[in-house]
Every structure is written in C-alpha cells, then in structure tokens.
C-alpha cells in the first residue's frame, strides 16, 4: 500500500477553480502538493521540489499536457514519474490516446474525489520505480 505521506503531487491545470478542487481532494487525503498555472511554472516545480506524481490537464494555454508529458518523457531525472491525465473534454478516444501518448492514467473532470484519489494511488502502486 502507498504511504500518502511520500507522496508529493505536481497538478498542471489553468484553470484556477479546478487546480483548486484538484488541491483540495488532495489535501483531505493529506497528499502534499503544488499547483502550477502554467507550464514554466510545472517545469520550475519539478526542479525544486521532484515531486512523486503529476496530475496534467490535457488542454493548457502555452504548451498542452501532451506537449508537457513528452518533456517529461525526455528528461532523464522525471521520465520515470507517474504522469496521469486529466480533462473536461472526455471521450473514449482521448482516453485513448493519452494512455497510448505515455500517461499512467486518465481521468474525466468533474473529478469524482473517492475514485480519483483510489485509482491514483492504485497507480502509484503499480509504478514502484516511478
């Protein structure tokens, strides 16, 4: 089982109401995070504080989520972190494509917190060398 208390969370999301929730759901399950409104900014908080996981929405102003996980992908000190997808334009496909694009994990806004806190763990878990 994953410790929460490991955990620290980097959540890329614009929109300042839903970095909020997504904060929130966090904080209730004592997961520390940051929240990033852009992507310098993301970039800046993985540098400092090497968080465990990122939570990326796929629709950014700048650079896109897609975009932001393929650098991920490429940096040698964050290519192994868990990276999750999260969107309000849901469809099969998109799900699709962001589990084949190099996400760990998709999920739909609204963000059900019970699930959404469950599945992200389970996902942890699953990538012990991430």
Same mark, same amino acid.
């Given at each position: 089982?994953? &410790? #929460?208390?490991?955990?620290?969370?980097?959540?890329?999301? $614009?929109? %300042?109401?839903s970095a909020?929730? #997504? !904060? +929130?759901? =966090?904080?209730?399950?004592?997961i520390?995070?940051?929240?990033?409104?852009?992507?310098p900014?993301?970039?800046?908080?993985?540098?400092?504080? &090497?968080?465990?996981?990122a939570?990326?929405?796929l @629709?950014?102003? $700048?650079i $896109?989520g897609w975009?932001? =996980?393929? @650098?991920?992908?490429?940096?040698?000190?964050?290519?192994?972190?868990?990276?999750?997808?999260i969107?309000?334009f849901?469809?099969s496909?998109?799900?699709? %494509?962001a589990l084949?694009? !190099?996400? $760990? !994990?998709?999920?739909?806004k609204?963000?059900?917190?019970?699930?959404?806190?469950?599945?992200l763990? +389970?996902?942890?878990?699953?990538?012990?060398? +991430?």
């Amino acid at each position: 089982m994953v &410790n #929460v208390n490991t955990l620290e969370a980097l959540v890329v999301e $614009d929109e %300042k109401d839903s970095a909020e929730v #997504v !904060g +929130r759901i =966090l904080q209730f399950q004592n997961i520390s995070h940051h929240i990033a409104n852009t992507v310098p900014d993301a970039i800046t908080i993985l540098e400092e504080e &090497n968080p465990t996981v990122a939570i990326i929405d796929l @629709m950014l102003p $700048d650079i $896109d989520g897609w975009e932001l =996980l393929s @650098m991920i992908r490429r940096t040698t000190d964050y290519k192994d972190m868990v990276c999750v997808a999260i969107t309000a334009f849901h469809s099969s496909a998109v799900e699709r %494509k962001a589990l084949e694009h !190099g996400f $760990d !994990g998709y999920f739909p806004k609204p963000l059900n917190a019970t699930s959404f806190v469950r599945e992200l763990l +389970r996902i942890v878990e699953e990538h012990p060398h +991430r």
